[in-house]
């Protein structure tokens, strides 16, 4: 512990010296983990995120919401085949997957707590049938493509100082799901300590302080500091396939998306999907002072969010979810530690474990404490030419954020139901449907045959003898 008065000594001058109140109570481990989470706060910035977001006291949202437009966005085609538009960002998309040009990207740090489930998120069991975990499902999509165009794509795995060596272990041990081990990199999300409203870095207990990610757009920085995006380089690729863990929909390898991002000229490109219902917990693409951003659920007021246009629709119904293309570039300025163009930090008040005046760990029922983090869509008002694409629920999203009820595994092992229905459907296969449109029996249907509907129609009408729809079908 020779970094010990130094390390101290910094903290006194920053006036955050408490962070030491127990340090002669604690063991020699607990000591050494201390000091190597104080290594890696950065007192400066806590010290500016202190000034310019809690001192500020900005209460009220600084967005003269009067002046918000909807962003356009690029129409979903109902005949893609037929569309020469479509056609020709397919044709573009394909030939840049081809040659090795874009690798996949899962945002994966946070663990499975609220949904009852104490391992990492992408650990989860959730398809229907064979109960395949996000990670075996993600994994099995590339593979798909993989095979498809012929080229190995890179896997990147965003994980946490707190799921990190789970995440690297699960993976080790089902042999990468069939994935190229040297292509599929791990680096760990940037953490930031929490702070109470006088700006002093909370003590989660004796020895350790109370650190939080710092938003998903820590990604950005992370990718940076950890060489993955060297790394990517060196490999080629230019363009990053950005998704979240939580939604096994997702298509992570879609032609169409990285055609219209490389014919747009973009350097950030995302998803839309149509709002369910006007409150839906989602953000809101949005112009502002002429340029594209998010607006989160949460900071738009509700009859924003359910104000109608012209045509009795939805105004603002381009819901964001998490799905992003960035070219490798782009991401390479923004997240230099020394780049003039960082993503902003946001605070928000949350509930914060802390030690009372006795030295006791505290469970708060209320939100105590300031968390720092980043956005990664704040990165759309920087970006060059940024474009916004129309996808289809039923093809890209259900996202598992609660144990029970709406967002949750059972509603989304329902929706991956309805999807596989809807294949077989389009092939010709008649199935029984409950008043909710699910079918009334488990299917699955594993990425490695196909992981879109015109695939699969392809490959099922090549089978010379297929297989028996019943409960319990496994297609693979």
């Known amino acids: 512990m020779s970094n010990y008065a130094e390390i101290r000594e910094k903290f006194e001058k920053s006036g955050q010296g408490h962070v030491f109140k127990y340090w002669g109570g604690l063991t020699d481990s607990q000591k050494s983990r201390l000091l190597s989470q104080l290594e890696e706060v950065d007192l400066e910035e806590i010290a500016h995120l202190n000034e310019t977001l ?8 600084q967005v003269d919401f009067s002046r918000l437009e909807p ?8 005949n893609k085949e037929a569309d020469p538009v479509w056609q020709k960002a397919k044709s573009v998309g394909e030939e840049a997957i081809r040659a090795g040009k874009l690798a996949a990207f899962v945002v994966a740090g946070g663990q499975g707590t609220r949904l009852g489930y104490d391992a990492p998120k992408g650990t989860l069991p959730i398809s229907p049938v064979k109960h395949k975990p996000f990670f075996q499902i993600f994994a099995e999509k590339i593979r798909c493509a993989q095979e498809k165009y012929g080229v190995e794509i890179p896997f990147m795995v965003m994980t946490s100082i707190i799921n990190h060596t789970q995440i690297c272990d699960f993976f080790k041990s089902n042999a990468c799901f069939g994935l190229n081990p040297e292509k ?8 930031i300590p929490s702070v109470d409203k006088f700006g002093k870095i909370i003590l989660s207990d004796k020895g350790e302080i109370a650190l939080a990610p710092n938003g998903h757009g820590g990604c950005l920085r992370a990718m940076v500091r950890s060489g993955a995006i060297a790394k990517l380089k060196e490999l080629g690729v230019e363009y990053i396939s950005y998704f979240q863990v939580d939604n096994p929909l997702v298509n992570i390898i879609d032609p169409y998306f990285l055609g219209f991002h490389i014919l747009g000229n973009s350097e950030m490109s995302s998803k839309m999907i149509p709002k369910a219902y006007p409150l839906e917990k989602v953000g809101h693409f949005c112009i502002y002072n002429g340029k594209l951003c998010v607006i989160e659920y949460s900071d738009l007021p509700a009859s924003y969010q359910e104000m109608r246009d012209e045509n009795g629709g939805l105004k603002f119904v381009a819901g ?10 782009f991401v390479e300025a923004k997240g230099a530690d020394d780049s003039d163009c960082k993503l902003p930090f946001h605070v928000a008040f949350k509930k914060v474990p802390f ?22 869509f704040d990165a759309l008002e920087s970006a060059k030419n940024p474009l916004v694409l129309e996808g289809l629920r039923c093809d890209e999203f259900s996202a598992v954020k609660n144990k029970e009820g709406i ?3 059972a509603t989304c092992k329902r929706d991956q139901k309805r999807q ?21 029996y488990d299917i699955e249907i594993s990425p490695l045959f196909a992981s879109n509907k015109a695939d699969f129609v392809e490959k099922w009408n090549a089978l010379e003898k297929k297989p028996e729809i019943r409960d319990g079908l496994y297609i693979e």
């Open 355 to 376: 030690l009372d005046q006795g030295g006791n760990v505290v469970k708060p029922e209320k939100p105590n404490g300031y968390k720092y983090e980043m956005f990664v």
């Open 54 to 61: 809690l001192f500020a006291n900005k209460t009220e949202s």
């Open 407 to 409: 967002d949750s595994p």
């Open 71 to 78: 962003a356009p966005y690029v129409k979903y085609s109902e």
């Open 184 to 191: 599929v990199v791990f680096f760990k999300q940037g953490f």
């Open 320 to 329: 964001s979810v998490a799905i992003h293309i960035l070219n490798v570039d």
């Open 420 to 440: 596989f229905a809807e294949w077989l459907e389009a092939a010709g296969v008649s199935l029984e449907r409950d008043s909710e449109k699910t079918p009334v």
